[in-house]
C-alpha cells in the first residue's frame, strides 16, 4: 500500500518518541483518504502511483532552460513566447486551452540615474554586469535596468539619510536623535518588511526619493559566498521588485476591484490610490558603499549596521545626491494561459491551480521553478485523462503573468472570472518559485490535513523519509531552538502534541491573493525551501538557470517532489466523494489567534505601563549622553478598554460546531458516503462555500478589497500574513474603538462559517 | 545640608514614580550616615566638603599627560619613573611611602613574525602605526611590539582553522561540522569570554599555535568611527593582553600564594600551571583579513560572522601559516608604591584603596585615568591632614605595578602581607581605567549599601542629579529593554521593588582579586563609563592622552567624582563608629543567587529533555542539509540528583540572623553606639573579618588559590564572576556530585558567617 520509500525506521522513532498524536502521520496508508472512501482510497492511490511514473525531472530541466532564456517580463517579446510555448503545450496533452489577455498599466524605466554630487562624486553604474559561467548574464537585448514598479516620476536632489529598513520603528528612533527625513532622499536597506513599505513610509514621512539596497550582511557575502563562487547576491546585484502599495488592492492599479477588460472603467492615473509619489530606485550594494560613506551626523543604533567595511550613520550627507527615475506610463498586454479539463460528475466544481511565468529579468528560479512543475503536472495528467480517466470535478490550470509588479494575471482574471468562481472553484493551490529542503505550505486551514495526508505519501528526495516528516523534524528542531519566533515555538508544540503538522497562514506576495483574500476561495501556496541561496539572486539578473542548476534543485526531483504534492492534492480534490476539507483545524487554529490577540493586549499594556513609568521617572532622560543626545520615545497612548467577548464567543461555539461536524463526518464516512447523489452534490456545493463565509463584503478598515476576515497581509509588513487582521491590526496600531468593533465584525462571519458549518453536519446526518 | 546639587525636581520624581522603596536614596541627608551617629554624619559631611574643595581636575590632566608620556609597562624605564614620581608626591603630600619591589617572572618578546604561505602569500605587519593628531602614537622607543604575555615559545607552520570566539561552544559547533584543530592554528576573534580562555581551549583542543584578532564588528569601524576620526579601533589597532591561566592563580607564575620576596620559593618555569604551552599572538583586523580570506570550508556559523567585508568560513585555510613567536623568559621588577596615613584611634585596621600604574604601551585609560583620580584623593586627604584632621583608622593608598600581565603587583604585595592584611585591613577599594558616563559599582555586598549612601551625595557631572539616580535610572532602563540580560533584569526588578540599587559581584581582571578572593578582605571596584568609546583603544598604543581628552573625560570631571565617591567611602570607612557594612543586603542577595542554581538544574533539565528526545526522535539527522551536513550536537548527559537543601538552610537562616542584627544595630545606632571603647573596638575587629568567614582554606575545586564560596572569576568565562563558584561551575559542567558536594561545603561557611553575625549581634545587644 505504500506508495513511498521512506525510512521506516527513523519515520517510527519521530512517532514513538514526540507524542503519540504524532500518529496522525500514519493515515492514508491504512485508513481512508479524507473524503474517500476506502475503496475510494485504493483506486486514488493507484490514480496517484500512475501519475507520480509520468513526471520526468529531465523535461522540466528542458523547459526551465527554454522559458528562462531570454528576459520574460511583462511586455518583453519571450514572456509572451512563453505563454504561446504552454498554450500548445496544454493543447498537445489535451487539455482545453487558451490565453486570456488583459491590458494593465505597468511602467517601464525611461530615464534612471543616481549620483552623488559634491566633494567625492560618484554616479552609480545601476548595472549588472556578466559574470563568468552564467550564460544569460551577459545578454542585453530587452534587459530593463534595475528599478521599482509603481514608484513616482521625479528628478530630485536633496541630502541623504539612512533610515535602516525603513519601517515605523525605524522613524521613531531617528525622531528621538532629532533627525527628520522630509525634503530628504532616504536610503534604506533591503529586508525588515516588504518593499513597498519602505518608499511609502518615506513618502508619509515627507522625504522626496527613496533608496533601496541589498546590505551584504543578509544579501551578500555576509550570508555565503557570492555569485559566482557561491551563489549568494554578488556586488552588483540588484533586487528590482513591485512597489505598488498592495496592502490596498494588487492587480492594475487602475482597475481596483474589477477585471482590466477592454471596456473597463479605468481610474485616471493621478488617482490610483496604489501608485507612489516619489521616485523608488533599487542598487547593488556596491552602488550603495559610496552613498552610505558619505553619511555625517549620529553612528547608526547597532541594529541597524550591515556588513560593509564602514561605519554607518544616520545622516544626512556631507553632499546632495541627485535621483532621476522617469518611466513609460503606458498600458502592456499581460497573457494568462488557462487550460481546463472538465470534470465528469461535477463539471461545476473547479479545482484551479496556478503558478506565475513572468520573471524580473530571466526569472528561473522565479517563478519558473514552480511554473514547470505545474507544467510537469499537467502533461501526467493529460495523458491519464488519456488513458481514460476523468476528473469527476473540473481542473482548471493556470499560468499567471505579471505576477511581479502587482499579481496582475492572476488578480485580473479573478476579479474578471469573480461570480463564476465564488459558485464553482472548490479550491485554489499556487505555486511560485520551488528550490530544495523542506516543504513550505501555507493556506487555509482546512485544507491543513489534506496537506499532511498529502505530505506523508511523498518521498523527500535527499532523505527518502517522507517529505510530512521532514516538515515536522524541521520544526521541532527549530521550536526548540533557543531563537526560535513564538508563532514556531507554538507550532512545534502543536507539532509536538499530537496531530498533524500546522501550516502557515498567508499573506500576500503570490497569487493566491485574489483567490482566497477577495473571493473568499480556500486557498494554498507550496513550495520546497530552506537549504537554498535563492536569495542570492532574488529579482535580479542572475536568477538564471545556470544559478538554478547549481544551486536550486540540480537534479530537478524537487521539482518532481512539487509535483507530487501539488498534484496529488489537486488529483484527490478533484475525486474526493466529499471535499477533503476538516473544519476543527480551522477552529483548532482560530483558539490559537484569539489567544495572541489577548495576549497581545496584555503585553501592549504591561508595556506601556513600564515606559509610562520610566518617561514619568525622568529615567530616560538621565540615561541621555549629551555627547550622542537620544531623547525619550514619544509616550505610548493609555491602553482602552477592548472587548473580545464576541470573538471568544464565536471561537468556542464554532469547536463544538466542528466536533459535531467531524462526528457526523466519521459516522457517514464509515458507511461509504451512502447518500443520495443530490444530497452529497448539495453537500460538497455548500462545502466548496465554506471559506467565502469568512468573508465581510464591507472589508478590512481601508481597505475594502480586501474581505477575508482571518487572513490578510498586514498594512505594516506588506508580504507578512496579520491573522484575525481586522481586530489585531487595530490593537498594534492603538485603536481600541475599533479593535473591539472588528471583534464583532469578526465573530459575526465566524457564526455565518459555523452556520453553515452545522448545515453540512445536518447534511451528513440526515438519511433520506 | 545637602552637598551636592541634584536636580530636585527629576529625582523627585524618581522616587515619586517607581516605587516607595526609592526613598532608600534619601539617607545621607537627614538620617545619620551607615556607621555614624548623628553628630558624627555632620562632621562628615563637612569633611568630605573640604575634601570636594580640594580636588583639581587640572591637577589630573597635568599628572596625566605626565605618566603616559611615554611606554609605561612592566620593565620600562618610564614604568619606574612614574613610582618614583608618586612616590615623591606621597611625600610631599604628607604621607609615609615607599616603593615596594617584587621581582617577577615577566617574559617579553624576542622574536614575533606571522605568514601566510601559498598562493596569496602575505607577511603580517603586527605594528601600529603613527596616526594624526595622537602626539604619543609615533613613538617607538620602549614600545613592545604587540604580544600576548605568558604564552608558549613556538614555532609552527599549519593550516589555520577559524573558531569564533574559541569558546566550549564553539568547539561543539565545529565538531558538529567534522572539523578538528589538531595540529591546526586556530584564529579566534577577541570577545564572547576571556582572552586568556582562548588560547588554553585552542591548546586543550590540541592545536599548535592561536591567532586572536579584534573583529571590527565589535572592535572598529562596526561600532563606531576609528581612530582618529572618531574614538573606535582602526585597522592596524592590536589588543595586548595577558594570557596566564589566571583562573588557576594570579601574581607572578613562579611563586603561587607566596609573595615573591628574593628569598621565596620559586617553581621552574616548565612547573608553572598558568603558563601555555602554544604560541599566541593577538593582531589587527588589517593583519587578519587576508588570513580569513584564505580559509576554506562551510561558511561559518550566522553567529561566528564579524563585519569584515568577505564570507566567513571555518577553514582549513588553502595554505598553511608560519607563525613564530619567542620570548625572553626574564625576572623584571615591579615597583608598587604604598603610602600610609595611620590611624589616631584605630591604627590596626586598615582602609586600603589601590590602582595600578602600569600600561600596555601609554595606557592613558588604563590604568592612568584611574590612577590619577586616586592621586588626587591622596593629595586632599594629605591637606586635610595637614590642617589638622586624623583618620580614626589606617589609610592605606597603594599604585600597583605589573597589574597587565596578571595582578602581578597587587598579588605579590598581599600574599607577602597576607597575614597582616588578613587582621587588619576592613576594605580594598579598587579602580582602574575610568570614562565617562554612569558610575559601575561591584564588589562585597555587604558594602552595597554604603555604595549607595556615597553616590546618592555626589552630583555626576553631566546632569547634575546624583551619580545614584544617574545609576538608577540607567538600571531601570536597561532592564525594561527588550534584550535586557537576566541578570540586569533582576536588578532592575530588585530596584524598582524598592531599596538599593544592586552593586555588580566581582569575578576578575583587576587588583582586587588577591584581597577579595584570597584573603577575604571585603571589597570594591569603582569607576565610571557607559558613554566611552574606550574599547577601541583597549591595550592598543593609542590608549593615549591625545584619545582619553577626547573620547575619556575631556573636563576630568569625572576622574573628579571618581575621585569624590572612591574618597568619600575611604574617608567614612576610617571614621566611622561602626565599620560601614550591612548584612542584610548580601543575605539578599545570596537569596538571588541560590535561587539561580535552582533555576539553573531546573532549566538544564529542560533543555536536555528536549535535547534527548530531538535526537531520539531521528529530527536532527531529518534536517541535516546534504550539501552541508551538520550532525546532531552530542547527547548532554542525564541530570542526575542534586542536592541544595544544606544552601537552602543556611540561607534561610543567615536571613534571621541578618534580620536581628539590623534590629541590634538599629537599637544601638538610635543611642549614638554608647557601648565602652573596648567593646566598639572588638566589634569593629569583628566585623572587619566578616568577609573572611566566607572562605574556605581548601579554595574551590581545582584551584585552591581562589577561597572565597560566593564570588570567582569563572573557570570559562575569565573576568566574569560566577556566584556560588563551587556550585554553580559544577552544575555547569554536569559534574552532578561536585555540585551537592560544594552545596554544603558553601553552606558551612554560611554558616560560619552566620554565627560571626550573631555574634555581632549580640555585642550590639550586651549593657556591659
Chains 1, 2 share one sequence.
Not at 499573506?507 to 493566491?512: I, K, V
Not at 481597505?703 to 498594512?715: C, D, S, V
Amino acid at each position: 500500500m505504500t506508495r513511498l520509500k521512506t525510512r521506516p525506521l527513523l519515520a517510527a522513532c519521530l512517532l514513538a518518541t514526540m507524542g503519540s498524536a504524532l500518529a496522525a502521520n500514519d493515515h492514508g496508508q491504512g485508513s481512508p483518504m479524507l473524503g474517500f472512501t476506502a475503496q475510494g482510497t485504493s483506486d486514488q492511490q493507484s490514480l496517484e502511483q500512475r501519475f507520480d511514473a509520468l513526471l520526468d525531472p529531465a523535461e522540466q530541466r528542458e523547459w526551465l532552460k527554454l522559458m528562462s532564456a531570454e528576459p520574460n517580463q511583462v511586455g518583453s517579446p519571450h514572456d509572451k513566447a512563453n505563454a504561446e510555448f504552454m498554450l500548445a503545450k496544454f493543447r498537445e496533452w489535451g487539455w482545453d486551452a487558451h490565453i486570456e489577455t488583459f491590458d494593465v498599466l505597468y511602467p517601464t524605466p525611461k530615464k534612471v540615474a543616481l549620483e552623488l554630487q559634491g566633494p567625492h562624486p560618484y554616479t552609480a553604474k545601476l548595472h549588472e554586469p556578466a559574470v563568468q559561467g552564467d550564460a544569460t548574464s551577459g545578454i542585453e537585448k530587452d534587459v530593463l535596468p534595475p528599478y521599482n514598479v509603481y514608484g513616482g516620476d521625479g528628478d530630485v536632489t536633496a541630502p541623504l539619510v539612512y533610515v535602516n529598513y525603513g519601517m515605523p520603528d525605524d522613524y521613531k528612533e531617528l525622531a528621538r536623535r532629532g533627525i527628520d527625513v522630509r525634503g530628504k532622499i532616504v536610503i534604506t536597506r533591503y529586508g525588515g518588511g516588504w518593499r513597498g513599505l519602505k518608499p511609502k513610509l518615506a513618502q508619509e514621512h515627507g522625504a522626496v526619493g527613496c533608496l533601496i539596497y541589498s546590505d551584504p550582511r543578509n544579501d551578500g557575502y555576509g550570508a555565503g559566498d557570492t555569485y559566482p563562487d557561491g551563489g549568494w547576491r554578488p556586488a552588483d546585484g540588484v533586487q528590482r521588485g513591485s512597489v505598488a502599495d498592495m496592502q490596498q488592492y494588487p492587480g492594475d492599479p487602475l482597475t481596483p476591484g474589477i477585471g482590466s477588460t477592454p471596456d473597463a472603467k479605468r481610474l485616471a492615473l493621478k488617482d490610483a490610490k496604489t501608485i507612489l509619489k516619489i521616485p523608488v530606485l533599487p542598487i547593488s550594494y556596491a552602488d550603495a558603499t559610496p552613498l552610505l560613506q558619505s553619511l555625517t551626523g549620529d553612528v547608526a543604533p547597532a541594529g541597524w549596521r550591515g556588513a560593509l567595511p564602514l561605519t554607518y550613520h544616520v545622516g544626512p550627507s556631507n553632499a546632495p545626491v541627485h535621483l532621476t527615475v522617469l518611466s513609460n506610463w503606458g498600458q502592456k498586454p499581460v497573457y494568462d494561459v488557462i487550460a481546463t479539463l472538465k470534470g465528469s460528475t461535477e463539471p461545476d466544481q473547479w479545482v484551479v491551480r496556478g503558478n506565475h511565468h513572468d520573471g524580473w529579468v530571466f526569472g528561473a528560479w522565479d517563478p519558473l521553478s514552480g511554473n514547470v512543475a505545474l507544467l510537469a503536472e499537467a502533461k501526467a495528467i493529460g495523458t491519464l485523462y488519456k488513458q481514460g480517466w476523468r476528473p469527476k470535478r473540473t481542473l482548471v490550470y493556470a499560468s499567471w503573468d505579471g505576477e511581479e509588479p502587482g499579481l496582475l494575471g492572476s488578480t485580473e482574471w479573478a476579479e474578471t472570472h469573480a461570480k463564476e468562481l465564488q459558485q464553482k472553484a472548490v479550491l485554489y493551490l499556487n505555486s511560485d518559485t520551488n528550490g530544495h529542503g523542506f516543504l513550505n505550505a501555507g493556506g487555509s486551514h482546512s485544507l491543513q490535513h489534506l496537506v499532511n495526508e498529502v505530505a506523508a505519501g511523498v518521498a523527500d528526495p535527499e532523505t527518502k523519509a517522507s517529505v510530512l516528516d521532514r516538515m515536522r523534524a524541521r520544526l521541532l528542531v527549530d521550536g526548540n531552538g533557543k531563537d526560535a519566533r513564538p508563532s514556531t515555538k507554538e507550532d512545534a508544540a502543536v507539532a509536538e502534541k499530537g496531530g498533524d503538522v500546522p501550516i502557515g497562514a498567508l499573506g500576500s506576495g503570490s497569487d493566491f491573493s485574489a483567490f482566497l483574500e477577495h473571493l473568499g476561495v480556500a486557498s494554498l501556496d507550496l513550495g520546497f525551501g530552506g537549504e537554498n541561496d535563492s536569495d542570492g539572486v532574488y529579482h535580479s539578473a542572475y536568477d538564471s538557470f545556470d544559478h538554478y542548476v547549481r544551486f536550486g534543485d540540480p537534479t530537478f526531483q524537487y521539482g518532481v517532489a512539487l509535483s507530487k504534492v501539488a498534484g496529488h492534492i489537486m488529483l484527490r480534490t478533484a475525486d474526493a466523494s466529499v471535499v477533503p476539507l476538516r473544519f476543527g483545524d480551522f477552529s483548532d487554529t482560530l483558539d490559537r489567534y484569539v489567544a495572541q490577540l489577548h495576549k497581545l493586549i496584555e503585553d501592549t499594556r504591561k508595556d506601556t505601563d513600564k515606559q509610562h513609568k520610566l518617561l514619568d521617572s525622568g529615567a530616560y532622560a538621565l540615561v541621555v549622553d549629551p555627547a550622542r543626545p537620544v531623547q525619550p520615545p514619544a509616550r505610548d497612548s493609555d491602553v482602552g478598554a477592548v472587548q473580545l467577548d464576541p470573538l471568544d464567543q464565536a471561537a468556542k461555539q464554532l469547536k463544538q460546531s466542528a466536533q459535531a461536524y467531524e462526528a457526523a463526518y466519521n459516522a457517514r464516512a464509515a458507511t461509504g458516503f451512502d447518500l443520495p447523489a443530490a444530497q452529497l452534490r448539495e453537500l460538497n456545493a455548500l462545502m466548496a462555500q465554506m471559506e467565502q463565509a469568512l468573508s465581510d463584503q464591507a472589508g478590512l478598515p481601508g481597505r475594502p478589497w480586501f474581505k477575508h476576515m482571518i487572513y490578510a497581509p498586514g498594512l505594516l509588513t506588506g508580504y507578512e500574513v496579520k491573522t484575525v487582521p481586522g481586530v489585531r491590526e487595530a490593537l498594534e496600531a492603538r485603536r481600541w474603538d475599533e479593535a473591539s468593533q472588528y471583534a464583532t465584525v469578526t465573530a459575526k462571519v465566524l457564526d455565518r462559517y459555523r452556520a453553515q458549518l452545522d448545515r453540512l453536519t445536518a447534511m451528513l446526518k440526515k438519511t433520506s
